[in-house]
């Protein structure tokens, strides 16, 4: 079946670093969608993005839906203690957002 | 308050028990969804429901059994399951199913755990 191939699979950095991580395809989406989870509750939409080339940023968070719809980074810059957690990319072929695919995630741990 | 809520939280049954899953959304939202979270592996979708009808089944084995009496409850019916069924499964909803910018909005899911 469709998959996204996340990376990395994990990350350990310093408080203060800048992370970044992506997610590709081998096929078109119309949207991108990251995703964080911390231990013990559900998802929680960070970014979305439904253009090829938008780039989006929300706070520290910068995300881009790449051009050749078949790619999405997310960067996060100056990280924080509280930025711990797993990150998802999810893609959805249709314009249907809720018939996600998501990607194996970023367990992301931040040292202080 | 979360906007999306599951009940219970944590869950432990044998394979011959029946249990279900609640969960209720207070977003005014039209479309629901249940989607299962194993270890290492990506989220998967199992269900999603459009105004209380369903309108996907992802291949799911006829032991879990979906119930959407109105857009804003939605239940998972378990019967006779199996321990590589023990995972997290979360409830989502969105506006809708059809349209732009209607992203997923996840509860806090339940723990389940087959003995």
């Known amino acids: 079946g469709q998959q996204l191939n996340q990376s990395p699979q994990s990350m350990f950095i310093q408080e203060g670093e800048d992370v970044s991580m992506n997610c590709t395809s081998s096929?078109?989406?119309?949207?991108w969608l990251w995703y964080k989870q911390e231990p013990g509750e559900g998802p929680v939409l960070l970014i979305a993005l439904y253009k090829a080339g938008e780039l989006t940023s929300n706070g520290r968070l910068t995300a881009q839906f790449g051009i050749t719809r078949k790619d999405s980074f997310l960067n996060i810059s100056a990280s924080i203690p509280s930025d711990v957690g797993i990150y998802f990319c999810?893609?959805?072929?249709?314009?249907?957002?809720?018939?996600?695919?998501f990607g194996q995630g970023t367990t992301l741990q931040v040292k202080p | 308050e979360t906007g999306v809520t599951q009940t219970p939280r944590h869950l432990v049954m044998g394979m011959t028990n029946k249990k279900s899953l609640k969960c209720e959304q207070h977003?005014?939202?039209?479309?629901m969804y249940w989607y299962k979270q194993s270890a290492k592996k990506p989220l998967e979708l199992m269900f999603v429901y459009n105004f209380k009808e369903q309108t996907e089944n992802n291949s799911v084995p006829s032991r879990f059994s979906p119930e959407c009496p109105n857009s804003s409850h939605l239940f998972l019916h378990l019967h006779t399951l199996q321990p590589e069924d023990s995972a997290l499964y979360l409830c989502a909803s969105s506006q809708d199913t059809g349209g732009f910018n209607s992203p997923l909005h996840f509860g806090n899911g339940t723990r389940l755990t087959v003995t």
């Open positions: 096929s078109i989406f119309n949207t």
């Open positions: 999810a893609g959805s072929r249709s314009s249907n957002t809720g018939k996600l695919i």
């Open positions: 977003l005014g939202h039209n479309a």
